[in-house]
C-alpha cells in the first residue's frame, strides 16, 4: 500500500506492505532524506513518526493501529535530554530519572535528596543514598566527591523492616500500614508521620484520615529516626516538613481540606524555608488548591460574642499553642532530658556505626534462625509428665486433618524459580534503563478501579468445564511470565498507548488497544 509522510515540508510517498513495522519505515525516511542523528552524553536525538496526534512505537505494525493505504504521517527529528544521574529504589523496585544539566554533578547529595524526594515522595529521612560501589552519600558531601559520572545509577534503601509498611502507604492500603507498624513506640511514632507525609502526597485520602485518628498532626514535622536523635543538629533541613506542605506542593486538593478541616493552624504553618501552604501552592501553579486555600484565609470565625478574620484567628491559636507548650516543658523539667533516647536505645551516628538502612524486608528479619528454634524445642517439658484427659472411645473415631498439599503443588518449584529468577533479574534491567516508558506513567492516564473480591459467589449462567479455569491460569501465568505484566496490567498498558491517538474517537482507540493486546499475546506465543 502508498502511504505519504511528511518531513520538513516535503510530501513523499512510500510503497509498503501493510505489515510494515514503524522502525523499517523510520529506516527507509532515514535513507532517503539521508538524516543523520548526532547523539551525546547529555542529548539524544531521534526520529518520531506520528499519527492521528499520537507518536507511533518501533515494534508497531502499520495495520495494527488502524493506518490505512493513502493515509498521512508526519516525520520529526526531536531531541530528548538524558538524565544526569538515576536513583533505583529498592523498595518499588523502579528507577527515578533525575533531569538537570551537568553542573547537578557540583551539588550537594542534601540538595538530591530533595529531589528524589519530590519524585518518589518519601520523606528525606526515611532513605539514604549509595553510589555503585556501595558508598553511603552524606547530605554535607557534594557529588564530585564521590567521582559521580553522568549517567550513574545511585540506589536507594529505606530502614530495615520497612519495605512492607511503605509499600502499603503506596497503594493507600490501611490494614497493611497497621499491621506492620513496629512494636518501639518511639519508632512506630516516626512511622506514622511518614504514613501521613507518603499519603499526603499520593492523595490517600482513606489513609490519611486513619492516620488522623490516631493522633498524628499534619502541622507535624515528620523529624528524623529515634536512633538517629542526637544527630538531629545536621539533620536534612527537609525533615522539618509538614505532610500539609506535601499536600501543597502536589496538588491534592482533597487531602487539604481533609488537613484545614481537622485542624485550622495547618493553614499558618511555614516549612524550613519560611513559606506557608498557600505561597507553596502558588510557587507550584495548583489553581485550585490556591483558590481553596486563599477562600480560607480571607473567610471570618464567628464565636457566640464575636467575630474574627482567621488571620487574627490563627494567631490567637498559635500563642495559645505555644503558651501550653512552655507550660508543659516546665512541669517535665527535671523527669527528661534533651533527648528523648533512654539507656539502652539503638544509636546511630553518621561514620561510626553501621546504618540499618538496607531496604530489608521485615519478614525477613522476624523469621527465627535454626539454633533459636531448636533451644526453644529443647525447653519443652516431656509430654509423659503432663496430665491429660483421656478420651474415650464412645466419642467417636479420631479427627482427620486434611491434608498440607494443595492443588497447585506440582507448580511450587517452577513458581519459586520464577519469583528467584525475577528478583535477579529485575533490578539490573531497572538499572539499565525504565521499561516500557515508564510503568508510573501508563498506570496514571488510566485510572482503573481497584480488584474487588466478591465473597458471595454468584450463580453460574452457562456451564464450564472443571478443567477450564486450570487452562487460563496456565495461560494467564506464561504470558505474564514472559511479558512481564499480569493481564490487567497489559490490558491497562495497552489502553495508556491507544490513548495517545487523540485524533481517534474513544471507540477507535478500544480497537486500537484490542489491536495491541492480541498482538502481544501472539508475539509471546
Not at 23 to 30: F, P
Not at 226 to 237: F, I, N
Not at 322 to 339: D, E, I, M, V, W
Request: hydrophobic content about 35%; proline content about 7%; charged content about 20%.
Amino acid at each position: 500500500m502508498r502511504v505519504f509522510i511528511c518531513f520538513e515540508g516535503c510530501w513523499e510517498p512510500f510503497d509498503v506492505p501493510p505489515d510494515q513495522t514503524v522502525g523499517a519505515i523510520k529506516q527507509m525516511v532515514k535513507d532517503y532524506f539521508q538524516v543523520q542523528l548526532s547523539n551525546d552524553k547529555q542529548v539524544r536525538y531521534y526520529v518520531e513518526l506520528s499519527y492521528a496526534g499520537a507518536a507511533l512505537q518501533d515494534r508497531w505494525a502499520l495495520s495494527d493501529v488502524g493506518i490505512t493505504p493513502g493515509s498521512a504521517m508526519r516525520c520529526l527529528i526531536k531531541s530528548q535530554q538524558k538524565p544526569v544521574i538515576y536513583v533505583f529504589v529498592a523498595m518499588t523496585r523502579e528507577t527515578l530519572p533525575i533531569m538537570g544539566t551537568v553542573f547537578l554533578l557540583s551539588t550537594s547529595v542534601s540538595r538530591l535528596k530533595t529531589m528524589v524526594s519530590l519524585q518518589c515522595g518519601l520523606p528525606v529521612s526515611a532513605f539514604r543514598l549509595r553510589t555503585p560501589g556501595g558508598v553511603q552519600l552524606y547530605d554535607c558531601n557534594q557529588l564530585h566527591d564521590y567521582t559521580i559520572e553522568v549517567g550513574a545509577t545511585l540506589r536507594l534503601d529505606t530502614w530495615d523492616g520497612w519495605v512492607e509498611l511503605l509499600q502499603g502507604c503506596y497503594l493507600g492500603h490501611r490494614l497493611t500500614v497497621q499491621s506492620h507498624l513496629s512494636a518501639e513506640r518511639p519508632v512506630m511514632r516516626f512511622q506514622l508521620r511518614v504514613s501521613l507525609y507518603i499519603a499526603a502526597f499520593l492523595g490517600h485520602l482513606d489513609l490519611a484520615g486513619w492516620l488522623l485518628e490516631r493522633g498524628v498532626h499534619a502541622e507535624e514535622p515528620v523529624g528524623v529516626h529515634p536512633y538517629r536523635q542526637w544527630c538531629h543538629q545536621t539533620a536534612h533541613p527537609d525533615a522539618g516538613k509538614c505532610p500539609i506542605h506535601v499536600a501543597a506542593e502536589s496538588g491534592q486538593l482533597l487531602i487539604l481540606k481533609l488537613f484545614v478541616t481537622n485542624n485550622l493552624l495547618t493553614l499558618a504553618c511555614r516549612d524550613p524555608g519560611g513559606c506557608d501552604p498557600l505561597k507553596i501552592a502558588i510557587q507550584h501553579g495548583h489553581r485550585e488548591c490556591v483558590r481553596y486555600l486563599a477562600t480560607k484565609l480571607c473567610s471570618v470565625i464567628s464565636q457566640p460574642n464575636i467575630s474574627l478574620p482567621m488571620r487574627t484567628y490563627l494567631r490567637i491559636k498559635r500563642w495559645v499553642r505555644l503558651g501550653q507548650n512552655k507550660a508543659a516543658s516546665k512541669q517535665c523539667r527535671g523527669t527528661r532530658g534533651p533527648f528523648k533516647a533512654r539507656v539502652g536505645d539503638t544509636v546511630l551516628v553518621d561514620g561510626f556505626t553501621h546504618p540499618k538502612m538496607s531496604s530489608k524486608p521485615r519478614r525477613g528479619e522476624l523469621k527465627p534462625s535454626r539454633t533459636t528454634r531448636a533451644k526453644a524445642l529443647r525447653l519443652l517439658p516431656s509430654i509423659s509428665h503432663t496430665h491429660l484427659p483421656s478420651r474415650r472411645a464412645s466419642q467417636g473415631p479420631p479427627l482427620q486433618l486434611p491434608s498440607l498439599r494443595s492443588a497447585g503443588t506440582g507448580n511450587s518449584k517452577e513458581t519459586r524459580k520464577r519469583r528467584k529468577h525475577g528478583a535477579s533479574s529485575g533490578e539490573d534491567g531497572l538499572l539499565n534503563e525504565t521499561q516500557d516508558e515508564g510503568s508510573s506513567l501508563w498506570r496514571r492516564r488510566i485510572p482503573l478501579p481497584p480488584i474487588s473480591q466478591e465473597t458471595n459467589p454468584r450463580p453460574p449462567f452457562a456451564y464450564t468445564s472443571p478443567s477450564s479455569s486450570h487452562i487460563l491460569a496456565a495461560s494467564s501465568q506464561s504470558v505474564s511470565c514472559h511479558r512481564g505484566r499480569m493481564p490487567r496490567e497489559n490490558a491497562m498498558y495497552c489502553l495508556a498507548m491507544a490513548s495517545t491517538f487523540t485524533e481517534r474517537p474513544w471507540i477507535k482507540q478500544l480497537s486500537i488497544a484490542r489491536t495491541l493486546v492480541r498482538k502481544s499475546i501472539q508475539t509471546t506465543a
